[in-house]
Protein backbone atom coordinates (compact mmCIF):
# COMPACT_ATOMS: atom_id res chain seq x y z
CA UNK A 1 0.00 0.00 0.00
CA UNK A 2 1.46 3.12 -0.94
CA UNK A 3 2.43 5.58 1.76
CA UNK A 4 -0.29 8.37 0.51
CA UNK A 5 -1.95 8.80 -2.64
CA UNK A 6 -0.23 12.60 -2.26
CA UNK A 7 3.17 13.53 -2.36
CA UNK A 8 3.61 14.60 1.43
CA UNK A 9 6.88 16.85 2.18
CA UNK A 10 7.58 18.56 5.92
CA UNK A 11 10.51 21.12 6.68
CA UNK A 12 11.14 19.64 10.24
CA UNK A 13 13.42 22.16 11.64
CA UNK A 14 14.17 21.99 15.37
CA UNK A 15 13.67 25.55 17.41
CA UNK A 16 16.92 25.96 18.44
CA UNK A 17 17.68 29.53 17.34
CA UNK A 18 17.57 31.65 14.36
CA UNK A 19 16.72 30.08 11.06
CA UNK A 20 19.66 29.25 8.79
CA UNK A 21 20.05 30.08 4.38
CA UNK A 22 20.25 26.63 4.45
CA UNK A 23 17.03 25.61 6.67
CA UNK A 24 14.70 28.29 4.25
CA UNK A 25 16.66 26.24 1.07
CA UNK A 26 15.42 22.89 2.76
CA UNK A 27 11.89 24.69 3.21
CA UNK A 28 11.70 25.74 -0.31
CA UNK A 29 12.74 22.34 -1.95
CA UNK A 30 10.00 20.75 0.14
CA UNK A 31 7.41 23.05 -0.41
CA UNK A 32 8.49 23.30 -4.47
CA UNK A 33 8.44 19.46 -4.50
CA UNK A 34 4.93 18.98 -2.88
CA UNK A 35 3.56 22.29 -5.21
CA UNK A 36 4.85 20.34 -8.21
CA UNK A 37 3.10 17.19 -7.91
CA UNK A 38 -0.01 18.70 -6.30
CA UNK A 39 0.96 17.24 -2.84
CA UNK A 40 0.93 18.86 0.82
CA UNK A 41 3.74 20.75 2.67
CA UNK A 42 3.88 20.61 5.79
CA UNK A 43 5.70 22.24 8.79
CA UNK A 44 6.92 20.04 12.43
CA UNK A 45 8.64 21.72 14.99
CA UNK A 46 11.10 19.09 16.48
CA UNK A 47 11.65 20.05 19.57
CA UNK A 48 12.46 17.02 21.29
CA UNK A 49 16.09 18.40 22.54
CA UNK A 50 14.94 20.56 25.52
CA UNK A 51 18.50 21.30 26.32
CA UNK A 52 18.85 23.50 22.79
CA UNK A 53 15.10 25.28 23.08
CA UNK A 54 15.30 28.79 22.45
CA UNK A 55 12.32 30.95 23.24
CA UNK A 56 10.75 31.93 19.98
CA UNK A 57 12.34 30.35 17.66
CA UNK A 58 9.46 28.23 17.19
CA UNK A 59 7.49 31.35 16.29
CA UNK A 60 9.85 32.69 14.35
CA UNK A 61 10.22 29.49 11.99
CA UNK A 62 7.04 30.59 11.10
CA UNK A 63 6.96 34.06 10.77
CA UNK A 64 9.87 33.45 8.54
CA UNK A 65 8.21 30.91 6.31
CA UNK A 66 5.34 33.40 6.08
CA UNK A 67 7.43 35.63 4.89
CA UNK A 68 8.57 33.88 1.92
CA UNK A 69 5.33 32.76 1.07
CA UNK A 70 5.78 28.97 1.88
CA UNK A 71 2.85 28.42 3.93
CA UNK A 72 2.49 25.32 5.39
CA UNK A 73 -0.64 22.88 4.72
CA UNK A 74 -2.90 21.95 7.61
CA UNK A 75 -1.96 24.68 9.69
CA UNK A 76 -4.07 27.28 11.19
CA UNK A 77 -2.45 29.85 8.11
CA UNK A 78 -4.03 27.62 6.07
CA UNK A 79 -7.59 27.45 7.58
CA UNK A 80 -6.25 23.93 9.07
CA UNK A 81 -7.02 22.97 13.14
CA UNK A 82 -3.08 22.01 13.97
CA UNK A 83 -0.64 24.67 14.45
CA UNK A 84 2.50 23.00 13.46
CA UNK A 85 3.24 19.61 14.41
CA UNK A 86 4.93 19.92 17.18
CA UNK A 87 7.20 16.96 18.66
CA UNK A 88 7.02 17.68 22.30
CA UNK A 89 3.36 17.62 22.78
CA UNK A 90 3.34 13.97 20.75
CA UNK A 91 5.26 12.10 23.91
CA UNK A 92 3.15 9.18 24.15
CA UNK A 93 2.92 8.13 21.05
CA UNK A 94 6.96 8.35 20.92
CA UNK A 95 6.65 5.86 23.95
CA UNK A 96 4.39 3.90 22.86
CA UNK A 97 6.46 2.93 19.79
CA UNK A 98 9.31 2.56 21.66
CA UNK A 99 6.97 -0.22 24.29
CA UNK A 100 6.38 -2.01 20.98
CA UNK A 101 10.20 -2.27 19.88
CA UNK A 102 11.17 -3.70 23.31
CA UNK A 103 8.81 -6.20 23.33
CA UNK A 104 9.53 -7.45 19.71
CA UNK A 105 12.93 -7.36 21.45
CA UNK A 106 14.35 -4.31 18.89
CA UNK A 107 15.28 -2.27 21.57
CA UNK A 108 16.60 -2.46 25.25
CA UNK A 109 17.14 -0.66 28.35
CA UNK A 110 20.13 0.82 29.13
CA UNK A 111 21.06 1.99 32.67
CA UNK A 112 24.59 3.47 31.86
CA UNK A 113 25.37 6.24 33.50
CA UNK A 114 26.55 9.07 31.76
CA UNK A 115 29.80 8.67 33.93
CA UNK A 116 30.52 5.08 32.83
CA UNK A 117 29.45 5.85 28.94
CA UNK A 118 32.52 8.46 28.96
CA UNK A 119 35.00 6.37 30.33
CA UNK A 120 34.22 3.45 27.57
CA UNK A 121 34.31 6.03 24.94
CA UNK A 122 37.71 7.29 26.29
CA UNK A 123 38.55 4.04 26.37
CA UNK A 124 37.80 3.43 23.04
CA UNK A 125 39.07 5.99 21.56
CA UNK A 126 42.94 5.64 23.13
CA UNK A 127 42.09 1.82 21.53
CA UNK A 128 41.32 3.73 18.10
CA UNK A 129 38.13 2.68 18.41
CA UNK A 130 34.83 4.52 16.73
CA UNK A 131 33.12 5.31 20.43
CA UNK A 132 29.99 2.95 20.27
CA UNK A 133 27.63 1.75 23.27
CA UNK A 134 29.29 -1.20 24.34
CA UNK A 135 25.99 -3.14 24.93
CA UNK A 136 26.74 -3.46 28.69
CA UNK A 137 23.08 -3.96 29.00
CA UNK A 138 21.87 -6.02 26.28
CA UNK A 139 19.77 -8.81 27.97
CA UNK A 140 21.13 -12.41 27.56
CA UNK A 141 17.76 -12.86 25.52
CA UNK A 142 19.14 -10.75 22.75
CA UNK A 143 22.38 -11.81 22.80
CA UNK A 144 23.71 -9.86 25.49
CA UNK A 145 25.56 -10.57 28.09
CA UNK A 146 23.05 -9.19 30.89
CA UNK A 147 20.72 -11.74 32.66
CA UNK A 148 16.97 -10.31 32.65
CA UNK A 149 16.90 -10.89 36.22
CA UNK A 150 19.39 -7.63 36.67
CA UNK A 151 17.24 -5.62 33.99
CA UNK A 152 13.84 -6.45 36.11
CA UNK A 153 15.96 -5.45 39.17
CA UNK A 154 17.19 -1.90 37.78
CA UNK A 155 14.10 -1.78 36.07
CA UNK A 156 12.28 -1.82 39.75
CA UNK A 157 14.81 0.16 41.21
CA UNK A 158 13.60 3.81 39.18
CA UNK A 159 17.49 4.50 38.73
CA UNK A 160 17.41 6.12 35.30
CA UNK A 161 17.34 4.51 32.47
CA UNK A 162 17.37 4.81 28.34
CA UNK A 163 15.82 2.67 25.63
CA UNK A 164 18.46 1.60 23.10
CA UNK A 165 17.73 0.46 19.57
CA UNK A 166 19.66 -3.14 18.86
CA UNK A 167 21.65 -2.65 15.48
CA UNK A 168 22.08 -5.87 14.01
CA UNK A 169 24.93 -7.38 13.41
CA UNK A 170 26.49 -7.59 10.27
CA UNK A 171 24.77 -6.40 7.91
CA UNK A 172 25.09 -4.03 5.30
CA UNK A 173 21.94 -1.55 5.60
CA UNK A 174 21.22 0.22 2.28
CA UNK A 175 20.14 3.65 2.05
CA UNK A 176 17.94 4.43 -1.50
CA UNK A 177 18.82 8.30 -2.01
CA UNK A 178 16.26 10.32 -4.57
CA UNK A 179 20.08 12.15 -5.14
CA UNK A 180 23.26 9.79 -4.45
CA UNK A 181 21.44 6.59 -5.47
CA UNK A 182 21.98 3.69 -2.92
CA UNK A 183 24.51 4.35 -0.24
CA UNK A 184 25.63 1.23 1.82
CA UNK A 185 26.42 1.53 5.57
CA UNK A 186 27.95 -1.46 7.42
CA UNK A 187 25.41 -1.92 10.36
CA UNK A 188 29.18 -2.22 12.13
CA UNK A 189 29.78 1.29 12.42
CA UNK A 190 26.10 2.01 13.49
CA UNK A 191 25.35 2.86 17.26
CA UNK A 192 23.25 1.20 18.95
CA UNK A 193 21.40 4.33 19.04
CA UNK A 194 19.32 6.23 22.35
CA UNK A 195 15.79 6.25 21.04
CA UNK A 196 13.78 7.20 24.29
CA UNK A 197 16.03 9.34 26.50
CA UNK A 198 15.89 9.49 31.17
CA UNK A 199 13.62 12.28 30.76
CA UNK A 200 10.86 10.47 28.68
CA UNK A 201 11.33 12.11 25.48
CA UNK A 202 12.51 10.55 22.13
CA UNK A 203 15.57 11.37 20.39
CA UNK A 204 15.29 12.80 17.53
CA UNK A 205 15.55 9.18 15.34
CA UNK A 206 12.93 7.92 16.97
CA UNK A 207 10.52 10.81 17.01
CA UNK A 208 11.58 11.37 13.27
CA UNK A 209 10.81 8.21 12.14
CA UNK A 210 7.50 8.03 13.78
CA UNK A 211 6.34 10.98 12.51
CA UNK A 212 7.21 10.82 8.89
CA UNK A 213 5.24 7.53 9.36
CA UNK A 214 2.30 8.71 11.12
CA UNK A 215 2.10 12.20 8.78
CA UNK A 216 2.39 9.68 5.64
CA UNK A 217 5.22 11.74 4.52
CA UNK A 218 6.30 10.39 0.80
CA UNK A 219 9.73 12.44 0.71
CA UNK A 220 12.39 13.48 2.63
CA UNK A 221 14.21 16.12 1.97
CA UNK A 222 16.20 17.74 4.11
CA UNK A 223 20.64 18.37 4.49
CA UNK A 224 23.19 16.02 3.42
CA UNK A 225 24.44 15.87 7.51
CA UNK A 226 21.34 13.63 8.24
CA UNK A 227 22.70 11.13 5.73
CA UNK A 228 24.75 9.53 8.32
CA UNK A 229 21.43 9.00 10.55
CA UNK A 230 19.23 7.54 7.83
CA UNK A 231 20.81 4.14 8.39
CA UNK A 232 19.29 4.10 11.86
CA UNK A 233 16.23 4.84 10.51
CA UNK A 234 16.06 2.98 7.54
CA UNK A 235 16.83 -0.13 10.52
CA UNK A 236 14.07 1.63 12.48
CA UNK A 237 10.97 1.73 9.61
CA UNK A 238 12.00 -2.28 9.00
CA UNK A 239 11.48 -3.18 12.56
CA UNK A 240 8.05 -1.48 12.70
CA UNK A 241 7.48 -3.05 9.05
CA UNK A 242 6.54 0.73 7.73
CA UNK A 243 6.75 1.44 4.47
CA UNK A 244 9.81 3.82 3.96
CA UNK A 245 9.86 7.27 2.29
CA UNK A 246 11.78 8.72 -0.34
CA UNK A 247 15.17 9.62 0.63
CA UNK A 248 16.78 12.80 -0.47
CA UNK A 249 19.94 14.28 0.93
CA UNK A 250 20.79 17.68 -0.64
CA UNK A 251 24.33 19.37 -0.98
CA UNK A 252 25.78 20.95 2.12
CA UNK A 253 26.08 24.75 1.67
CA UNK A 254 29.53 26.09 1.50
CA UNK A 255 31.59 29.16 1.55
CA UNK A 256 33.30 30.57 -1.73
CA UNK A 257 36.80 28.85 0.28
CA UNK A 258 34.75 25.67 0.04
CA UNK A 259 34.49 25.07 3.88
CA UNK A 260 31.24 24.30 5.45
CA UNK A 261 28.94 27.99 5.80
CA UNK A 262 29.39 29.50 8.88
CA UNK A 263 28.32 32.59 10.92
CA UNK A 264 32.04 33.15 10.74
CA UNK A 265 32.45 34.54 7.29
CA UNK A 266 29.26 36.20 6.90
CA UNK A 267 25.51 36.24 7.86
CA UNK A 268 23.78 33.16 7.87
CA UNK A 269 20.11 33.79 9.07
CA UNK A 270 17.31 34.76 7.02
CA UNK A 271 16.86 37.69 8.97
CA UNK A 272 19.89 39.15 8.09
CA UNK A 273 19.41 39.43 4.56
CA UNK A 274 15.47 40.55 5.07
CA UNK A 275 17.15 43.32 6.90
CA UNK A 276 19.69 44.38 4.60
CA UNK A 277 16.42 44.50 1.83
CA UNK A 278 16.40 41.57 0.35
CA UNK A 279 13.40 40.48 -1.73
CA UNK A 280 11.55 37.11 -1.08
CA UNK A 281 11.40 36.48 -4.55
CA UNK A 282 15.33 36.78 -4.68
CA UNK A 283 16.30 34.87 -1.58
CA UNK A 284 14.06 32.03 -2.75
CA UNK A 285 15.50 32.42 -6.44
CA UNK A 286 19.10 32.57 -4.56
CA UNK A 287 18.72 29.49 -2.34
CA UNK A 288 16.91 27.39 -5.26
CA UNK A 289 20.09 27.69 -7.32
CA UNK A 290 22.40 26.30 -4.27
CA UNK A 291 22.19 22.58 -5.66
CA UNK A 292 19.62 22.86 -7.80
CA UNK A 293 19.90 23.97 -11.79
CA UNK A 294 16.35 23.92 -14.39
CA UNK A 295 18.61 21.33 -16.13
CA UNK A 296 17.91 20.23 -20.30
CA UNK A 297 20.78 22.77 -21.11
CA UNK A 298 18.80 25.72 -19.88
CA UNK A 299 20.86 29.16 -18.56
CA UNK A 300 18.03 30.46 -17.31
CA UNK A 301 18.56 32.00 -13.41
CA UNK A 302 16.00 34.00 -12.83
CA UNK A 303 12.75 32.84 -11.80
CA UNK A 304 9.59 33.60 -9.88
CA UNK A 305 8.21 31.17 -7.11
CA UNK A 306 5.62 30.02 -9.47
CA UNK A 307 8.55 29.22 -12.26
CA UNK A 308 10.60 27.42 -9.50
CA UNK A 309 7.46 25.03 -8.59
CA UNK A 310 7.15 24.06 -12.21
CA UNK A 311 11.07 23.14 -12.94
CA UNK A 312 11.55 21.91 -9.97
CA UNK A 313 12.68 18.29 -9.95
CA UNK A 314 14.86 16.29 -7.57
CA UNK A 315 16.72 14.89 -10.58
CA UNK A 316 18.57 18.14 -11.18
CA UNK A 317 19.63 18.56 -7.50
CA UNK A 318 23.25 17.52 -7.52
CA UNK A 319 24.99 16.22 -4.82
CA UNK A 320 28.27 18.17 -4.96
CA UNK A 321 28.34 21.48 -1.80
CA UNK A 322 26.91 24.09 -3.25
CA UNK A 323 29.12 27.62 -2.88
CA UNK A 324 27.24 30.53 -1.44
CA UNK A 325 28.07 33.23 -3.62
CA UNK A 326 26.78 36.62 -2.34
CA UNK A 327 27.49 38.72 -4.98
CA UNK A 328 25.39 36.20 -6.90
CA UNK A 329 22.72 36.85 -4.55
CA UNK A 330 23.17 40.73 -5.22
CA UNK A 331 22.75 40.07 -9.13
CA UNK A 332 19.77 38.12 -8.85
CA UNK A 333 17.88 40.66 -6.69
CA UNK A 334 18.66 43.40 -9.49
CA UNK A 335 17.51 40.84 -11.83
CA UNK A 336 13.91 40.62 -10.23
CA UNK A 337 13.93 44.38 -9.65
CA UNK A 338 14.44 45.11 -13.11
CA UNK A 339 12.00 42.61 -14.29
CA UNK A 340 9.14 43.62 -12.45
CA UNK A 341 6.36 45.91 -14.20
CA UNK A 342 6.26 49.63 -13.12
CA UNK A 343 3.15 48.83 -11.42
CA UNK A 344 4.40 45.92 -9.47
CA UNK A 345 7.39 48.29 -8.43
CA UNK A 346 4.88 51.10 -6.88
CA UNK A 347 3.28 48.25 -5.03
CA UNK A 348 6.84 47.29 -3.27
CA UNK A 349 7.52 50.77 -3.16
CA UNK A 350 4.67 52.40 -1.34
CA UNK A 351 4.75 50.33 2.15
CA UNK A 352 8.47 51.31 2.17
CA UNK A 353 7.74 55.38 1.61
CA UNK A 354 4.79 55.45 3.89
CA UNK A 355 6.99 53.78 6.63
CA UNK A 356 9.67 56.19 5.76
CA UNK A 357 6.71 59.28 5.83
CA UNK A 358 6.36 58.58 8.97
CA UNK A 359 9.50 60.19 10.76
CA UNK A 360 10.10 62.11 7.62
CA UNK A 361 8.35 65.84 6.56
CA UNK A 362 8.05 66.14 2.80
CA UNK A 363 7.05 69.57 1.08
CA UNK A 364 5.16 67.55 -1.28
CA UNK A 365 1.73 66.50 -1.53
CA UNK A 366 1.20 63.10 -0.28
CA UNK A 367 -2.10 61.96 -2.58
CA UNK A 368 0.36 62.68 -4.73
CA UNK A 369 3.39 60.61 -4.12
CA UNK A 370 1.77 58.00 -3.07
CA UNK A 371 -0.37 57.91 -6.21
CA UNK A 372 0.02 54.17 -8.75
CA UNK A 373 1.21 56.79 -11.61
CA UNK A 374 3.79 58.67 -9.66
CA UNK A 375 5.27 55.46 -8.13
CA UNK A 376 5.22 53.88 -11.40
CA UNK A 377 7.24 57.06 -12.79
CA UNK A 378 9.44 56.66 -10.50
CA UNK A 379 10.32 52.98 -10.57
CA UNK A 380 10.35 53.67 -14.33
CA UNK A 381 13.26 56.00 -13.97
CA UNK A 382 15.21 53.92 -11.01
CA UNK A 383 14.90 50.21 -11.97
CA UNK A 384 17.99 49.83 -13.90
CA UNK A 385 19.94 51.63 -11.09
CA UNK A 386 18.80 50.50 -7.53
CA UNK A 387 19.67 47.24 -5.88
CA UNK A 388 17.15 47.26 -3.61
CA UNK A 389 13.89 48.26 -3.69
CA UNK A 390 14.06 50.41 -0.62
CA UNK A 391 17.00 52.68 -2.49
CA UNK A 392 13.72 53.55 -4.57
CA UNK A 393 12.80 55.60 -1.38
CA UNK A 394 16.71 56.05 0.33
CA UNK A 395 18.81 56.63 -3.00
CA UNK A 396 16.40 58.67 -5.03
CA UNK A 397 14.47 60.65 -2.19
CA UNK A 398 14.49 63.42 -4.43
CA UNK A 399 11.25 62.12 -5.92
CA UNK A 400 9.45 62.24 -2.22
CA UNK A 401 11.56 65.08 -0.66
CA UNK A 402 13.24 68.24 -0.86
CA UNK A 403 17.19 68.02 -0.68
CA UNK A 404 18.26 69.12 2.81
CA UNK A 405 22.17 69.47 1.39
CA UNK A 406 23.53 69.53 -2.13
CA UNK A 407 26.80 67.80 -3.12
CA UNK A 408 29.21 70.37 -2.07
CA UNK A 409 32.04 69.40 -4.71
CA UNK A 410 29.67 69.67 -7.25
CA UNK A 411 28.49 72.81 -6.19
CA UNK A 412 31.67 74.20 -6.06
CA UNK A 413 32.43 73.37 -9.38
CA UNK A 414 29.06 73.85 -11.20
CA UNK A 415 27.61 77.65 -9.77
CA UNK A 416 29.26 80.07 -11.22
CA UNK A 417 28.59 84.14 -10.21
CA UNK A 418 25.94 84.25 -12.59
CA UNK A 419 24.26 81.15 -12.20
CA UNK A 420 21.40 81.95 -9.37
CA UNK A 421 20.51 85.00 -11.68
CA UNK A 422 20.39 82.75 -14.63
CA UNK A 423 18.10 79.82 -12.28
CA UNK A 424 15.73 82.51 -11.33
CA UNK A 425 15.21 83.79 -15.07
CA UNK A 426 14.62 80.48 -16.60
CA UNK A 427 12.00 79.58 -13.69
CA UNK A 428 10.29 82.77 -14.34
CA UNK A 429 10.06 80.93 -18.16
CA UNK A 430 8.87 77.71 -16.27
CA UNK A 431 6.56 79.38 -14.82
CA UNK A 432 4.54 79.97 -18.03
CA UNK A 433 5.24 76.81 -19.62
CA UNK A 434 1.81 74.77 -19.93
CA UNK A 435 3.11 72.06 -20.86
CA UNK A 436 5.24 70.14 -18.32
CA UNK A 437 6.73 67.35 -20.21
CA UNK A 438 10.56 66.21 -20.34
CA UNK A 439 10.44 67.19 -24.10
CA UNK A 440 9.09 70.66 -23.60
CA UNK A 441 10.93 71.58 -21.00
CA UNK A 442 13.92 70.52 -22.75
CA UNK A 443 13.30 72.37 -25.61
CA UNK A 444 12.43 75.47 -23.29
CA UNK A 445 16.03 74.87 -21.97
CA UNK A 446 17.83 74.96 -25.28
CA UNK A 447 15.71 77.63 -26.60
CA UNK A 448 16.69 79.49 -23.18
CA UNK A 449 20.64 78.44 -23.22
CA UNK A 450 20.78 80.25 -26.96
CA UNK A 451 19.54 83.26 -26.36
CA UNK A 452 21.85 83.56 -23.76
CA UNK A 453 24.83 81.70 -25.70
CA UNK A 454 26.20 79.40 -23.10
CA UNK A 455 26.02 75.67 -23.30
CA UNK A 456 23.33 73.91 -21.61
CA UNK A 457 25.24 72.38 -19.25
CA UNK A 458 25.73 75.61 -17.59
CA UNK A 459 22.27 75.18 -16.56
CA UNK A 460 21.38 71.33 -16.62
CA UNK A 461 24.13 70.63 -13.77
CA UNK A 462 22.88 73.46 -11.40
CA UNK A 463 19.12 72.46 -12.34
CA UNK A 464 19.79 69.19 -11.33
CA UNK A 465 21.94 69.89 -8.08
CA UNK A 466 18.69 72.34 -7.09
CA UNK A 467 16.33 69.85 -7.55
CA UNK A 468 17.79 66.36 -6.57
CA UNK A 469 20.74 67.57 -4.21
CA UNK A 470 23.27 65.38 -6.21
CA UNK A 471 25.26 65.28 -9.24
CA UNK A 472 24.26 62.02 -11.14
CA UNK A 473 20.84 60.38 -11.65
CA UNK A 474 18.25 59.59 -14.72
CA UNK A 475 17.25 62.33 -17.09
CA UNK A 476 17.33 65.09 -15.81
CA UNK A 477 13.83 66.39 -17.76
CA UNK A 478 12.44 63.44 -16.52
CA UNK A 479 12.65 63.97 -13.49
CA UNK A 480 11.51 67.47 -13.56
CA UNK A 481 8.65 66.41 -15.27
CA UNK A 482 7.85 63.50 -12.69
CA UNK A 483 8.15 66.25 -9.53
CA UNK A 484 6.12 68.86 -11.70
CA UNK A 485 6.53 72.02 -12.29
CA UNK A 486 5.79 73.70 -8.71
CA UNK A 487 8.02 71.55 -6.33
CA UNK A 488 10.90 72.18 -9.33
CA UNK A 489 10.33 76.05 -9.27
CA UNK A 490 10.09 75.50 -5.42
CA UNK A 491 13.16 74.01 -5.30
CA UNK A 492 15.34 75.84 -7.71
CA UNK A 493 14.28 79.15 -6.10
CA UNK A 494 15.43 77.54 -2.39
CA UNK A 495 18.84 76.62 -4.04
CA UNK A 496 18.87 80.05 -5.24
CA UNK A 497 18.59 81.32 -1.41
CA UNK A 498 20.85 78.47 -0.16
CA UNK A 499 24.19 78.33 -2.75
CA UNK A 500 26.39 80.96 -4.11
CA UNK A 501 29.33 81.25 -6.07
CA UNK A 502 32.82 80.06 -4.54
CA UNK A 503 34.20 83.81 -4.29
CA UNK A 504 36.72 83.72 -7.27
CA UNK A 505 40.93 83.10 -5.40
CA UNK A 506 42.29 86.55 -5.34
N1 LIG B 1 15.12 18.38 13.21
C1 LIG B 1 16.08 18.20 12.16
C2 LIG B 1 16.72 19.55 11.90
O1 LIG B 1 16.73 20.34 12.77
C3 LIG B 1 15.39 17.69 10.94
C4 LIG B 1 16.15 16.74 10.11
C5 LIG B 1 15.20 16.05 9.17
O2 LIG B 1 14.65 16.74 8.30
O3 LIG B 1 14.96 14.87 9.32
O4 LIG B 1 17.22 19.86 10.85
Not at 56 to 77: H, M, Q, R
Not at 324 to 347: P, V, Y
Request: glycine fraction near 6%.
Amino acid sequence: MAISDVVRTRFAPSPTGFVHVGGLRTALYNYLFAKKNGGKFILRIEDTDQTRLVEGAAENIEKILEWAGLTPDESPLRGGDYGPYTQSQRLDIYKRYCEQLIAEKKAYYCFSTPEELEEVRKLQQKQGLQPKYNRKWLPESMGGSMPESKIKEALESGIPKVVRMKVPDGVAIKVHDAIRGVVEFDSAVVDDQVLLKADGFPTYHLAVVVDDHLMKITHVIRGEEWLSSTPKHVLLYEFFGWEMPVFAHVPLLLNPDRTKLSKRQGDVAVEDYVKKGFSREALLNFVALLGWNPGGGSDQEIFTLDELIERFSLEHVGKSGAIFNLDKLQWIEEQHIRRKSDAELAQAIRPILEEELKTRKTEMPIEKITSDDYLKAVAREMKERVRFVKEFVTFSSYFFFEPETYEEDAVKKRWKENTNALLLEFVARLETLSDFSASAIEAELRAFCEAKGIKTAEMVHPIRLAVSGASFGPSLFHILEIIGKEAVIRRVKRAVERLKAEPAAA
